[in-house]
């Protein structure tokens, strides 16, 4: 059987400039496949090609094929990828404000979802409203979709935005740093209910973000991305294990240990750097310990470890 999404060895440009370069990933159903990497590295143009939206930001797909269910994005009409978002593919954003219209009550803003996608009537779809809420373990859920999106709170928002992107009952969820505008103790409740829809209705997820925590809690896979490249990606428990590229242990290294004293947070020397100045070889050589002169000339191919695969000229000799 055909995964469910499938990005083949896409490049992304955006005008003359090339932001994503050969990138590949695998998602099966009801699996979680965390997407890393620190901000800058493409992760939300992976998310934007993976939903056929690069065209909204003057983007498009230069080389390669994004699948969804078998069948290229690329061959399917405006109308076609539209009704695939929404319908089978839900999406999470960073921000609920922005997501939120702050003029139409909570309820109106998920009926039209239900109306559009699934051909509800106004009874139905505002049924469909609050068993959604409910499923989301929203209390008193009648009140709520009678509220106004400044009467709730930032995470209350981000389980109504939640609540939309499952109005279609999708096969996937994607969902860009979910928890960013959220406070700490919030953020793990929302992972905690994106997790159990992957268990309880085996959607798929491609969670982004750029904790590794998060990805060691609830992710299958993990893919790390570096500056327009995937620098790594494999089975999580292995990769935690035996990290085989420098970036994605430089990443790990920077999840906060239990005991840290607060504002000791570790990050990796150095920045990402920007599409027009991506270095020659491996981009991540000038801020790898690992880096010899070779780094700087030659491209690191991605080679097979295990159940992943990493792209370094200098992975460790003993494979996981
Ligand atoms: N519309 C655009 N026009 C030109 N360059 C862009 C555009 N969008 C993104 N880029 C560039 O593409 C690269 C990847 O950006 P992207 O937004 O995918 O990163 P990201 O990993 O999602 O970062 P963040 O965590 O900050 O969202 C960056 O160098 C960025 O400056």
Not at 6 to 26: K, P
Not at 109 to 133: E, F, N, P
Not at 209 to 223: F, L
Request: hydrophobic residues 45%.
């Amino acid at each position: 059987m055909s995964a469910l999404l499938e990005l083949q060895n896409i490049s992304v440009s955006i005008g003359s400039a090339q932001l994503l370069d050969g990138v590949s990933l695998r998602l099966e159903r009801g699996q979680t496949l965390g997407l890393v990497g620190e901000s800058g590295s493409g992760k939300s143009l992976t998310a934007m090609a993976a939903m056929g939206l690069l065209p909204l930001i003057g983007g498009h797909v230069s080389d390669g094929s994004v699948r969804f269910d078998g069948q290229d994005l690329a061959s399917l009409n405006d109308t076609q990828r539209r009704a695939l978002r929404g319908r089978r593919i839900g999406f999470v954003t960073q921000n609920p404000m922005t997501a939120l219209d702050p003029v139409q009550r909570i309820g109106a803003q998920i009926d039209v979802v239900s109306r559009l996608h699934l051909g509800l009537t106004k009874q139905a779809a505002r049924a469909r409203t609050i068993d959604l809420l409910t499923q989301l373990r929203i209390p008193e859920a009648q009140a709520v979709a009678e509220a106004w999106p400044h009467q709730l709170s930032g995470g209350m928002k981000q389980r109504i935005v939640i609540a939309m992107a499952l109005t279609g009952d999708p096969e996937l969820i994607i969902a860009d740093e979910p928890t960013t505008a959220l406070d700490v103790t919030v953020q793990a409740q929302i992972i905690q209910i994106l997790a159990g829809l992957v268990r309880e209705k085996g959607v798929a997820l491609l969670l982004i973000t750029h904790d590794m925590g998060v990805v060691a809690q609830i992710c299958d896979r993990v893919a790390v991305l570096y500056a327009g490249r995937l620098a790594e990606e494999g089975p999580v428990a292995p990769i935690f294990a035996a990290p085989q590229h420098p970036y994605t242990t430089a990443l790990i290294n920077c999840i906060p240990q239990e005991g840290m004293a607060r504002g000791t947070l570790r990050g990796i020397p150095g920045a990402v750097p920007s599409a027009r100045q991506y270095p020659s070889g491996c981009r991540f050589h000038p801020r790898c310990t690992r880096a010899t002169a070779d780094c700087a000339a030659l491209t690191p191919p991605l080679i097979t470890r295990g159940d992943g695969q990493a792209a370094c000229l200098h992975l460790p000799e003993v494979a996981l």
